[in-house]
């Protein structure tokens, strides 16, 4: 496994318009990370085309890998953002399936995926379906297996299905078989008043099994990239809030770094 960050790790840096893609590159490399992906909270299909080739080329000077994340599976859109992924090099498109006015059933997520075939394999680039707040973590899986082709896989977070009132072990049980990417992510629970309130915590501090979900996507046998995220609140200031959200990022990318080095022993 690689080890990187997703743009989702820097989201007030970016929501702030502190961070564009390219100081994102810049950010990963001085992290330590080796894989950066580029979501849509930095959204690259409007870059001009020698925008794009400056951030491939700035990349591969950092020795960084590229990966695209999107929002939105409308077919249109599917393929534009291929054609970025492709003139990045990068190899791998993460999607989440719904966007703004676009609530796919299953069935035409199925037709979609199938009709994108020819073009994912001429562009070399693999879709990892992100288990986002549309879908139970069954029903993606359900997705992917009709689907039927290895150009098509999850890429796993192991806290969004929450939202489904699906825990963390039974998300990781249910798509460890077809996750082609990882979201690293930690929290914490607590009890403010009557309700719980789970809120985000740096990477192996909180009560997410970190290692376990690693094993299980490597028990299933398919190379996956691991990238640190953030679920953190907004400090009162903004200057905390960047800082703490920059040590975050390296804190969580040494911690991976740490479990890998654990491993290979």
Request: aromatic fraction near 6%; charged fraction near 25%; hydrophobic fraction near 45%.
């Amino acid at each position: 496994m690689a080890i990187g960050i997703s743009s989702y790790a820097y989201r007030w840096a970016i929501r702030g318009g502190h961070m564009d893609a390219f100081a994102l590159l810049e950010r990963a490399r001085d992290a330590g990370a080796r894989v950066v992906q580029i979501c849509d909270n930095l959204p690259l299909d409007g870059l001009p085309e020698d925008r794009l080739a400056d951030l491939a080329r700035r990349a591969g000077q950092l020795q960084l890998i590229l990966e695209v994340g999107i929002k939105g599976s409308q077919p249109e859109h599917l393929r534009r953002n291929l054609g970025v992924a492709r003139r990045l090099d990068a190899h791998l498109l993460r999607v989440v399936l719904t966007g703004p006015g676009w609530e796919p059933s299953i069935d035409e997520m199925v037709d979609v995926f199938r009709s994108l075939l020819p073009d994912l394999r001429a562009a070399g680039v693999t879709v990892g379906i992100e288990n986002h707040f549309h879908l139970r973590p069954e029903e993606l899986a359900r997705l992917v297996e009709a689907v039927d082709d290895s150009l098509v896989g999850v890429c796993l977070d192991p806290l969004n299905s929450i939202v489904k009132f699906v825990g963390v072990a039974e998300t990781v049980e249910t798509l460890a078989p077809w996750v082609i990417s990882v979201h690293a992510k930690d929290a914490v629970i607590t009890r403010p008043g009557t309700g719980f309130y789970i809120s985000g915590c740096p990477l192996g501090e909180g009560l997410v099994d970190i290692p376990g979900m690693l094993d299980a996507v490597r028990a299933a046998g398919r190379p996956s990239n691991v990238l640190v995220e953030c679920w953190m609140d907004r400090l009162d200031d903004e200057a905390g809030t960047l800082a703490q959200e920059e040590d975050w990022v390296r804190r969580g990318v040494r911690y991976l770094e740490s479990l890998e080095a654990g491993r290979m022993e």
